[in-house]
């Protein structure tokens, strides 16, 4: 994965170089719903994960080289994404914020002069800036010892689709990829044994270009 991120940066930065005088250049709104669910690991096989709503805001930015059709785009997002995790009927509920940084390569394809597609791809910053702690003693898995604490920094690889209507409207959807743990823990008891958890992402998006 560090490769591929790595690949995608060095293209970006050619690209970035190499922008001809007729290229595109557009900042815009774009806002969403994120689908988020938890995957832990060290923690047996009796808990059932389930996928939450949360949103993101904010502010972004797009240049595109209209004749190859080849563009990059950044957002600055303010992001919550909650999940839930649930054992015996007793369940419990994790909200995190974070300011999120994606930047994606992007490829569209023209379907007249209203309209074109694309498919997107690139790495993903997200900073961790509040919200939740999980507290998994409250399905009564844990002792009151142990400890967990959530990661102030994740990375993750975004792959998406979308459509761009009438130049200003794009809508897409997006799968966040994580590379990193979202959170981490020890149990400190007899058996010493350690716990993680990654974050996966479905993000609806709707952006306006001006």
């Known amino acids: ?11 970006v930065v050619c690209l970035l170089m190499a922008v001809p ?16 669910k938890v995957s832990f690991s060290g923690i047996g096989d009796n808990f059932k994960a389930s996928n939450r709503a949360g949103f993101f805001i904010g502010p972004m930015a797009e240049f595109t080289i209209p004749i190859i059709g080849l563009g990059v785009d950044a ?7 909650s999940t839930e995790l649930e054992k015996n ?3 419990i509920t ?3 914020n974070f300011i999120e940084i994606p930047v994606n390569l992007k490829y569209s394809v023209g379907l ?3 309209a074109s597609v694309f498919i997107a791809a690139g790495p993903s910053f997200s900073f961790n800036v509040g919200g939740d702690k999980w507290d998994i ?10 400890t967990s604490s959530e990661k102030d920094t994740q990375i993750g690889i975004n792959v998406g689709l979308g459509a761009k209507l009438l130049k200003h409207l794009q809508v897409g959807v997006n799968y966040n990829i994580p590379l990193s743990k979202s959170t981490k823990g020890n149990f400190i008891d007899q058996t010493s044994k350690s716990f993680s958890a990654k974050t996966k992402t479905w993000q609806v998006s709707l952006a306006y270009m001006f």
């Open 21 to 36: 005088a007729q290229a595109q250049f557009q900042f815009g709104i774009k806002g969403g719903v994120n689908l988020s």
């Open 89 to 91: 009927d007793t369940k």
């Open 137 to 146: 003693k409250d399905l009564g898995e844990l002792t009151t010892k142990d």
């Open 112 to 114: 007249g002069t209203m």
């Open 94 to 96: 994790n909200k995190q």
């Open 1 to 11: 994965m560090k490769k591929i991120i790595s690949t995608l940066f060095i293209v």
């Open 75 to 81: 957002s600055a997002l303010f992001s919550q994404k």
